[in-house]
C-alpha cells in the first residue's frame, strides 16, 4: 500500500514502491519484464505476459493520446470533495494506458477524444502525506525533475 499515492489505489503494486519515488522526483517510469521484455504502466512487479517477478524500470516520456474522458459527478468514498472532476485514459507513446485527471492546463471544453497530452506527474507537498499523482496537460509542458531515486 502507497500512503504517498493517498486517495489514489495502486495497491497492488506492492514490490514496486520505487514508483512512488520516481514520481517524486518527476520521473514517469514503466517497468520491463527482464524474462520477456514486455513493457507496462503503471510499473508491474509481475509481468502480464509471461509471470515472471524479474523486471526493471525504464523512464517514459508521458507523451500520448486522449482515449476517452469522463467527468465524475457522483464520486467514490474519498473523492466527495472535489466533484466534479474529469479524468481521462490516455495511450502513451511508449505503450501502456494511464487514467489520470486533467491539469490546469487543460480547459474541460478544449477536451476531445484523440488530442495529444503529457502525463505529467504531480506532488501535494502541502498535504499531511506526500500525495503524487500524474495529470494530464498540454503537449510540451514541463516541470522539474531530480534524481533522488537513481
Ligand atoms: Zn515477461
Known amino acids: 500500500m502507497f500512503k504517498w499515492f493517498g486517495k489514489v ?21 514503466g517497468s520491463r519484464c527482464k524474462e ?40 467514490p468514498t474519498g473523492f466527495e470533495d472535489v466533484t466534479p472532476y474529469t479524468v481521462g485514459v490516455v495511450d502513451l507513446e511508449e505503450g ?27 506532488i501535494f507537498a502541502e498535504l499531511e502525506d506526500i500525495k503524487v499523482y500524474y495529470s494530464l496537460e498540454k503537449p510540451g509542458t514541463t516541470w522539474a525533475k531530480t534524481d533522488s531515486a537513481m
Open 9 to 29: 489505489n495502486f495497491s497492488p503494486f506492492t514490490k514496486v514502491t520505487d514508483f512512488a519515488q520516481y514520481l517524486k522526483d518527476g520521473r514517469l517510469m
Open 96 to 122: 501502456g494506458r494511464a487514467l489520470a485527471w486533467f491539469g490546469e492546463t487543460i480547459a474541460e471544453k478544449e477536451i476531445e477524444i484523440g488530442m495529444k497530452l503529457q502525463v505529467v506527474p504531480q
Open 36 to 75: 520477456c521484455g514486455a513493457e507496462s504502466f503503471p510499473p508491474r512487479a509481475d509481468c502480464e505476459n509471461c509471470m515472471s517477478g524479474d523486471f526493471e524500470f525504464f523512464e517514459m516520456t508521458g507523451k500520448c493520446t486522449l482515449h476517452t474522458f469522463t467527468t465524475i459527478v457522483a464520486a
